[in-house]
Each structure stands twice: as structure tokens, then as C-alpha cells.
């Protein structure tokens, strides 16, 4: 079975810090997700040099199919020395996982990786060994569906020493929080987000440290099937609906006369509300064992622009705020980031005579444009996309 | 019998960008002024396939009028509440 990776980190700098120190780089190849989490020595810009530099040449390498030895020992022989500290060093954090489900773990000198399983912390085993005279730890394991991890700068570990905490909040109650976070918040930018604003409540604000937290969660496989679009012959209509309902996972309706279609072959009647919950959107309908219906161009268009927003501020909270909005859109960009890891698109690609109107605006007639954006969204951002046209 | 009216508003995005939503607003003010509230019932609709004309399309006991958002006024006055009267007189 095919793990699915979905990953998040988010960054919290030390106090007064423009650039963070801590850096984080995920990477997907062909066979697996390789996440490296480097924190540079010190803070602010040689920080930031250090770990980028420490990140960028374990993911390169590691990508194109190096040994973990290596990649450290060109880390080791190649990172300036601190004039200060006259120490060239980055912690950083390995963690490969393949889509068989196996995991590979590599750590120097981080806080050790956080395992969760049913919202209980499970213990690793790491092996140590030498590796450029470095001690480096490593660890083998499987990963199943449900489970998360979390690799964490030391920024976490001591968040509030001094502060709110003497001693911090320490590795213990850092897992056994996120562990129970698991059980209520089911996305990794969610989790990372609320992990890093506990964090900074901690800090009261004034992070000691630079605080980096990257969680991944193996997802199950889910499915969302979209219908979009009347069929060009009108004879297909039962044929997209069939194929449409009969597809497992949840279900999607986009576009009005879709949904027509899909009521009149199903033989279901459509509720439509008047609510306006957001004014430049129409509002949503409701279908008997559909479980979202909505109007076409207009969300669909709203849905790629959140999507697009969405996209590098994964784990920033005013989006997920954007996203639980109750809109059609929002509700469809919330279903496919969160609950999805394949679309499957049943596209109708008859022309509709009202958007050839030239006194409606341009975007009216780019549906077939749209969806095109939505998948390539989608795609980069690890989910399947199966296309079928009628 | 008791008559009822539906008025059904299409909302589908040609509507939509023609102002459904400001006519719905004016339709539920209308019938709340009216204190027609038991007797028309405000609905809306996806796609009603009359997008190509102008005007946003108002289903009135299955009938179709396209009406734009100046004109809902009138519409109100001149085809609810007559029918209204009409079928209250039967």
C-alpha cells in the first residue's frame, strides 16, 4: 500500500531575529518523502547560512541517491567555521520515509524524533555510530496510516526556560502534548501551527530561541470524487452519474446544472439555501448522499485562489480561519487539502451558452482553465489527480 | 383551499453576477412588509436554464420572469401580490 506523507513545519524566530536559524527542507522523489531539519549554530544570518546550507546538501544529495556518510561527510568538510566558536556545526534531523511505509531516521545532536502512534509516544531504538567523527544516531521502523512524527529544533524542547518554565517545557511533555493533539487535530499544518503557538505562548512571545517544528503525518488513503460540467452529449448524463456515485470516497457536485444532472438522474431533489455567507459567492445546495454541492465557475475560482494562497502558508493560522470559513469554496479547498489524497475529476466539457455571454466577465468562460490550475495544486502538493472526460 | 406561492430565484452564476442576491434581499423585505410570510415562500435554485436572457430568472408557480434588480419592485407589486389577490377572490 502506498503511504501517503502530508508534511508541515513552521518556524517561530528568536526574539528580534529577522532570519531563523533553523531550516527545513521537504523533498519527494520518485519512491519517497526525505524531510531534513537543520538547526545552524548560534542565531540570526550565520545561523541561517549554517542550517540552509546543512539542509539544501542532505536533501540534494540523499535525492540523487547518496549514502547518509557521505552526505555527512561533505557537510563536515564543507560548512564555514564560526570565527567566534571556531566550530563549523548544524544539528540536523533525517527522516526518509518510503511509500512501502518504511522509515529511516537520522539524527545528530536534535532533540530525538517524536513517534506517535493512536496518540500514544512509541519509543525508537536508535544505533549509534560514528560517522566523520560525528555520533550519529539512526533508526529503522515501519510507519502505518494514522501515525505521526515530528522532528523538533531544541528551540521546542526549551521553550519558556526562564520564563514561564525553569526549565523549560523539556522532550516529555512536548511528545505527550502533541500526542494528545493528535487525538483532536487531524492535519499536520494544524498540528504544527497549534504545536508552534504553544510554543510561543511559552515564550510569551519572545521566543529565546529559534523554534522549528516539523510534523508529518502518514495519511490513509482517501478519495474525492468532483463532478463538474454537463457532458457534451446529453445522452452521457446518466453515464457520468453512474460512473460519478459509484466511485467510492466522498463526493464533490461543482457547477448548478451539474447539479441538476446528478438530481434528475438519481432521482434526489436539490435544497438550495439562501444564505449568503459570503456575498461574491452563491450559496450552497444539498443533495441526499452528496456531500457537498455548490455553485460552478464562480467557487471553483474562489477554491484555486485560497489554494494558491494557501500554498507556502501552510501552517499560518489566518489561513485555516480563510479555510473553516462556511463557503462553498472554502469548503471544497478545506475537503481537498485535508481530507484528500486523490481527486478523482469527472469533467463534463460541453460549452455553457451563458458564459459565452460577452457582458459576463472574462473569468466566467476558463472552467476548463481552472480545473486544469486546481489539479496542478493539487499535484505539487503530493495528491494523485485522475482525470476522466465525458 | 389554502393557496400557497413559491417563488423559486435561480442562483446559478449567470444569476448570480446578475444580482440574485439583491433581489432575494428585496423579495424577503418585500414579503416581511407585506406580512406575506405564511402565504409565499422564497426559494432559490441552481441553474434555471435561462441564462442567456438579461435579467435574473424568478419562477412564479412555473413560470418564468427574468427581472433585474430595479424591477423587483415592480415585479412584487404587479405579479405577487395580483396573483395573490386573484387566487385569494377564486
Redesign the interface.
Known sequence: MKMHVDAAYRSLNKYGEELCGDKVMISRTENSTIAVLADGLGSGVKANILSTLTSSIISTMLDEGATVEEAVETIVNTLPVCNVRKLAYSTFSILQISDNGDAYLVEFDNPPCIFIRNGEVQELEPEFRQIAGKNISECRFTVRPGDVLALVSDGIIYAGVGQALNFGWNWDNVSSWLAKATLKEKSAPRLAASLSQAVSELYLDHPGDDSTDLVIRITPKSVVNMLSGPPVNKEDDPKIVHDYITSPGKHIVC???S??IVARVLNRK?E???N?TD?SL??V?KITGIDLVT????TLSRTVQLLKDYVGHETDPFYFHKLDEQNGAAMIAKMLLENCTHLRLFVGKAI????Q?PG??AD?SIKMKLLDELCGLLEKMGKTVERLYY | MYYKMDITICIGSSCHLKGSQDIIRILERLVSYHHLEDKVTLKGSFCMGECTSNGVCVDVDGKHFKITPSEADSFFTFEVLKRLEEQEKK
Request: negative net charge; proline residues 19%.
Open positions: 457547477g448548478g446544472t447539479a441538476n436539490i438550495t439555501s439562501l449568503y456575498p452563491p450559496p445546495g455553485e460552478g465557475v464562480l455553457n451558452p451563458a458564459h455571454n459576463l466577465p466566467l
